[in-house]
Nanobody, 119 residues
Framework: QVQLVESGGGLVQAGGSLRLSCVAS????????MGWYRQGPGLQRDLVAT??????TNYIDSVKGRFTISRDAYNTIDLQMNTLRPEDTGVYYC??????????????WGQGTQVTVSA
């Protein structure tokens, strides 16, 4: 069984910073794309940023220049969030495209971590 566990959420004032981390545990063979998504109050879950196995990154326009996604070579993904805005508030989820032995590739999700940015 694979589990993704996020950490680092919290309450911060506008203009502040937070760093989110997500670690995959359990038995797996390989991880391809990793990403961060968020779900604001009353909204659907949307993409924030992704990073491929080769390090290629992709960001939504509203976080470019403020957020930085990174990963290690094995099982961890981070999201450094600077100059936070109230509209960044939401539950942040990590996602990994992962392969377990004898199983096809599939997406795995963390449980979510709350980020609240006060004005």
């Amino acid at each position: 069984q694979v589990q993704l566990v996020e950490s680092g959420g919290g309450l911060v004032q506008a203009g502040g910073s937070l760093r989110l981390s997500c670690v995959a545990s359990g038995m797996f063979v390989e991880i391809n794309t990793m990403g961060w998504y968020r779900q604001g109050p009353g909204l659907q879950r949307d993409l924030v940023a992704t990073i491929g196995s080769g390090g290629t990154t992709n960001y939504i326009d509203s976080v470019k220049g403020r957020f930085t996604i990174s990963r290690d070579a094995y099982n961890t993904i981070d999201l450094q969030m600077n100059t936070l805005r109230p509209e960044d508030t939401g539950v942040y989820y990590c996602e990994m495209e992962l392969k377990r032995p004898y199983e096809p590739w599939r997406d795995y999700w963390g449980q979510g971590t709350q980020v609240t940015v006060s004005a």
